[in-house]
């Protein structure tokens, strides 16, 4: 087994831009258009705010676990089998969190650029990739990560100032135009994923030190900011109502791309932000899992008794209709 090595709060706070990112950034734009159109923006702001003291709580759960394993400090409270009622439901929990995200993918992977390809060949190539990731250890899914993320942050500011020529901020006036329902109700999309920050409560014996209130602060503006920019993008870009028909608003904010009269068609760039964000995601779900069951790191362990439950799941989810899924 190798050693599992501790990793800083800033590598922490470049977890929570990749594995969160993902779901704020992507995959939860188009039921915050379908409900709050042009107003989407505000759903995001309201849900920063209500849940910045919910997060404050990870605070005092450090202080008062003194920064060891939380599954440790479950079974010295709660016993053996209230921690492992707790600790398994977790487990089915991020199972459910990185077969979605898995579901997901394979979806716009299929819709996009390799529909003649069979959905369960990509689900196992890349069932396979994530596990190998699973199988190492936090610091080397930390060390990816920041790998792969230094390009995503370039070509996601690429995006965004490329297709400055063909948006229209007065798209998102008026503002409050159906009233304040439609965004309260909204914001709870973008608050699904500040909330995952928790999850970080599960590896925080191997962080060098806890985690203050600005950092919390930190994460939720840039949770708040990846979600705001391509869905403000979105809007100004294909306008509300156009744009909460999309399944994919974000990557069709790619076909716009375009530098003078020809170079097109780029929007083969968002393959690899799409890919490396499902990769990290997933992988550090799974982890979290196999750290959770103490499995971390035995990798025979791992691929004996996650992969098969896993490759499940997400059978069953593409037993599911398209549209029954997405709602």
Not at 27 to 54: H, N
Not at 138 to 151: A, D, G, R, Y
Not at 230 to 247: C, D, M, Q, V, Y
Not at 297 to 316: A, C, D, E, Q
Request: glycine residues 6%; hydrophobic residues 55%; charged residues 15%.
């Amino acid at each position: 087994m190798n050693k599992i090595g501790k990793f800083s709060i800033i590598h922490a706070i470049l977890l929570v831009m990749t594995f969160i990112g993902l779901k704020n950034h992507v995959t939860i734009l188009p039921p915050i258009l379908e409900q709050a159109k042009r107003d989407g923006w505000a759903s995001v702001i309201i849900a920063a705010v209500f849940i910045f003291p919910l997060l404050l709580l990870m605070i005092y759960i450090q202080k008062g676990t003194n920064q060891m394993p939380l599954k440790d400090w479950l079974r010295e409270k709660l016993g053996r089998v209230g921690s492992s009622i707790i600790l398994y439901t977790v487990v089915v929990y991020l199972f459910l969190l990185a077969a979605f995200t898995m579901h997901e993918t394979i979806l716009w992977i299929s819709d996009t650029f390799l529909d003649a390809t069979p959905q369960l060949i990509l689900l196992t190539i890349y069932i396979i990739v994530c596990f190998l990731l699973v199988s190492t250890n936090i610091q080397t899914i930390v060390m990816v990560n920041v790998l792969v993320l230094f390009v995503v942050v370039i070509l996601g500011f690429y995006v965004a100032f490329v297709n400055l020529q063909v948006k229209d901020f007065s798209l998102l006036r008026p503002f409050f135009e159906h009233g304040y329902s439609p965004i309260f109700k909204a914001a709870v999309y973008p608050a699904s994923g500040l909330i995952e920050i928790t999850l970080l409560l599960f590896i925080q014996q191997h962080l060098k030190k806890s985690f203050k209130w600005f950092h919390i602060v930190i994460m939720i503006v840039i949770l708040s900011w990846l979600t705001m920019g391509p869905l403000i993008g979105a809007i100004t870009e294909f306008g509300p109502e156009e744009a909460a028909k999309h399944r994919y608003p974000a990557y069709e904010e790619w076909g716009l791309v375009s530098i003078g009269r020809f170079i097109e068609h780029m929007d083969f760039l968002s393959i690899y932000q799409w890919l490396t964000g499902t990769f990290i995601r997933v992988g550090l779900l799974l982890f979290i899992a196999a750290d959770i069951l103490n499995i971390a790191g035995k990798r025979k362990r791992i691929w004996t008794y996650m992969v098969p439950p896993f490759f499940i799941i997400n059978l069953i989810l593409f037993l599911l209709d398209d549209t029954f899924f997405l709602h």
